[in-house]
């Protein structure tokens, strides 16, 4: 897994939205979907137990997670008003009016750079 670049892992995450559904206001699993968050996790950790990471992720996936966090969380509108780019992406995904689409066409715009 830590031969993928942080794009291709957002691009993965998209299509794990896509197969699985999309959530708000948790990361969800396979069965019930995932939010933009937790389909980062879970392309990242391929676990949908809820935990973030866990003592078996290696630091090289821990990283490759964040750069992935950081570029799609700068790409979006609600990076200026956030935090960090965590609060970003939560603010986006929840936002009432986005859709599962809406964030794929993100992951897929920021996997791309614009």
């Known amino acids: 897994m830590t031969d993928m670049t942080p794009e291709e ?15 708000k206001s948790n990361y969800g699993t396979k069965k019930h979907g995932f939010c933009a968050m937790g389909a ?3 392309v990242t950790c391929e676990d949908d137990s809820g935990f973030f990471f866990s ?3 290696s630091p ?9 966090q950081h570029l ?7 990076s200026n008003g956030a935090g960090d780019m ?14 599962a689409e809406d964030v794929i066409l993100a992951m897929k715009k ?5």
């Open 9 to 23: 892992l957002i691009l993965k995450a998209a299509d794990a939205i896509a197969e699985y559904g999309h959530m």
């Open 40 to 42: 980062l996790r879970y």
């Open 55 to 57: 003592t078996k992720d």
């Open 60 to 68: 090289e996936l821990r990283d490759l997670y964040y750069q992935a």
């Open 72 to 78: 799609l969380g700068a790409s979006l509108p609600t």
């Open 86 to 99: 965590h609060e970003a992406i939560a603010m986006f995904n929840d936002c009432p009016t986005t859709t």
């Open 110 to 114: 920021a996997a791309n750079h614009g």
